[in-house]
């Protein structure tokens, strides 16, 4: 009795709903199922399986300014870790279900304004993070600059960065700064891209000016048809190993696709293989 009465509840609350306008929301979504193998303590291989989607909503005030926010959910997952940057490279991951932090913007001809919260840890407000950021573009130069909060002193970040687009082509800086002893600059992104007839490159790196450490990354792909490939070296620390790895995918139309890539970390010597059907909606 209790199912049936929660049942007609959900049905009455969501009358008004769809009586809404609808125009002002859209939903879209992912999932994807597959098998991930990697050769930590002697061999790890596991079933892999994701889903969730994203609500959104937006509208426009009677002066012509945009507003909007998103909300994804995400169900139980199982995977695996294949971020080679990580310490935990090649390890079965899992994941409950959970709802995306608020977010909120307000855009026009004067750009985007935006706001983000992150909880970290639920529970524990001390170690949550607020996000301000702000975007616009001018031509072919585009200026973004963001401001996150953390409780506490010497918690805060702040960045400032600029890309330049020419065509096919594409360059970018970042300067990222920090409170913790005193404002100052921390590290500097920078890079840049290209396309051209089904190729694509591009070169990301970063330089910390505290440690003067240079970490970097090169990626290449190609694309034709339903086809497409990809590869990738990558120096991500301050040990000798250089990463890579490669990735194909074949979309299968309505958006499906099957894709299969492998990764290998030269410093922890580990490698993941694994192969998926990714869906999108």
């Known amino acids: 009795m209790k199912k049936v009465l929660l049942a007609s509840t959900i049905l009455v609350g969501t009358a008004g709903f769809a009586a809404a306008d609808t125009a002002n929301f859209s939903f879209s979504g992912a999932a994807s199922f597959g098998f991930a193998y990697s050769n930590l303590a002697g061999g790890t291989g596991t079933p892999t399986v994701s889903s969730e989607f994203t609500a959104a909503m937006?509208?426009?005030?009677?002066?012509?300014l945009n507003f909007g926010?998103?909300?994804?959910?995400?169900?139980?997952?199982?995977?695996?870790?294949?971020?080679n940057t990580t310490t935990t490279f090649g390890t079965v991951t899992t994941s409950g279900s959970s709802i995306s932090?608020?977010?909120a913007y307000v855009?026009?001809?004067?750009?985007?304004?935006?706001?983000?919260?992150?909880?970290?840890?639920?529970?524990?407000?001390t170690d949550d993070n607020v996000t301000f950021a702000y975007?616009?573009?001018?031509?072919?130069?585009?200026?973004?600059?963001a401001y996150s909060w953390m409780p506490g002193a010497g918690n805060d970040t702040a960045s400032l960065g600029g890309t330049y687009?020419?065509?096919?082509?594409?360059?970018?800086?970042?300067?990222?700064?920090?409170?913790?002893?005193g404002w100052g600059l921390d590290n500097i992104d920078f890079?840049?891209?290209?396309?051209?007839?089904?190729?694509?490159?591009?070169?990301?790196?970063?330089?910390?000016l505290v440690?003067?450490?240079?970490?970097?990354?090169?990626?290449?792909?190609y694309g034709t048809g339903a086809w497409s490939l990809g590869v990738f070296v990558e120096d991500d620390d301050t040990l000798n190993g250089v990463d890579f790895g490669a990735n194909g995918s074949y979309d299968l139309g309505g958006g499906m696709n099957i894709s299969a890539a492998l990764i290998r970390d030269n410093d922890l010597k580990l490698y993941v293989a694994e192969a998926s059907v990714g869906m999108s909606f």
Do not use: Q
């Open 58 to 64: 937006s509208s426009t005030t009677d002066g012509g």
């Open 69 to 83: 926010s998103s909300i994804t959910v995400s169900s139980a997952s199982r995977g695996m870790d294949d971020d």
């Open 101 to 103: 932090d608020a977010n």
């Open 107 to 125: 855009s026009g001809d004067w750009g985007k304004f935006s706001v983000s919260y992150d909880a970290n840890v639920a529970g524990i407000t």
């Open 135 to 145: 975007s616009n573009t001018w031509g072919d130069f585009t200026v973004d600059a």
């Open 165 to 181: 687009s020419m065509g096919a082509y594409s360059v970018y800086a970042t300067l990222n700064m920090d409170e913790v002893g």
């Open 191 to 208: 890079g840049g891209s290209a396309s051209m007839s089904g190729f694509s490159a591009g070169v990301d790196a970063n330089y910390d």
């Open 211 to 221: 440690t003067k450490d240079l970490t970097w990354k090169a990626t290449a792909g």
